[in-house]
């Protein structure tokens, strides 16, 4: 499978608007350093795509059918996308947690198909396997395992920290090709309901091979800093992500 970042920032973007934190004033001067909200696909073996979240309006860097929407909570900086992309000419299945479901998705989905997913219920999409996990964070919110030919990726966020039932599943799978996981703020930085760096490299580190930090908000450090910082700890078993990588498991 192919893992397609098509947004990794947090729930503002970067940058801002009209903010001039050095983060978002790097990214004014590096494309590579602007991130769009959460919104991942993973193109199957068949070189089908399943979405994970929807940050943003896809139709420029996806344009094909989509297998199924797998949503990982309903804060908006994870949907914003499918009041556009409920409006598709194919039904599509959404699966999503129960908590906090958006009304207006929910009550006029257009082609969506909304489908309650609980975790433990692992699903079959095209060639892969789909095992929603419980992650830590403000919201109901749901990870992934997604296993194809004997590769697996977890998808981690938002979350701080993994529940104990999530990390005993997760070991039971060691090693991991890839963690993708929330890296929503700085080292040092003490969040209730997201990672800073050194926490997401941590749990990364110690289930995977490689290990992604994503959901990067402009609080972060800015774009070189930060891949100076976690190239320096970890070489290349821990990389940044910036919107359009694509990762080969
Ligand atoms: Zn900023
Ligand atoms: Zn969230
Ligand atoms: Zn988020």
Request: contains cysteine; hydrophobic residues 40%.
């Amino acid at each position: 499978m192919l893992v397609y970042f098509i947004g990794t920032g947090g729930s503002e973007g970067i940058p801002a608007h009209l903010c001039t934190c050095s983060t978002c004033n790097e990214a004014r001067k590096f494309g590579f350093a602007q991130r769009r909200p959460s919104t991942l696909a993973v193109i199957t073996e068949n070189k089908r795509a399943v979405l994970f979240d929807v940050g943003t309006d896809i139709r420029d860097f996806l344009n094909v059918p989509l297998e199924a929407i797998f949503l990982t909570h309903w804060h908006h900086d994870h949907i914003y996308g499918l009041y556009k992309l409920r409006w598709m000419a194919k039904e599509t299945r959404l699966y999503a947690p129960e908590g906090h479901a958006d009304a207006l998705i929910l009550n006029d989905p257009k082609n969506l198909r909304p489908n309650v997913i609980k975790p433990g219920q692992t699903l079959k999409v095209d060639s892969l396997k789909i095992t929603p996990i419980r992650l830590n964070h403000q919201i109901e919110t749901l990870g992934y395992l997604v296993e194809e030919d004997g590769k697996s990726v977890a998808i981690l966020y938002d979350t701080k920290g993994l529940p104990e039932e999530t990390r005993e599943f997760l070991k039971s799978k060691v090693p991991l090709r890839l963690v993708i996981i929330d890296a929503t703020y700085p080292p040092d930085f003490n969040d209730p309901y997201h990672n800073n760096v050194d926490e997401a490299a941590e749990i990364g580190l110690s289930l995977a091979e490689r290990t992604v930090l994503s959901h990067i908000s402009h609080k972060n450090l800015p774009f070189l800093e930060l891949v100076e910082y976690v190239r320096k700890r970890w070489k290349n078993k821990v990389l940044v992500a910036y919107d359009g990588m694509v990762f080969y498991v």
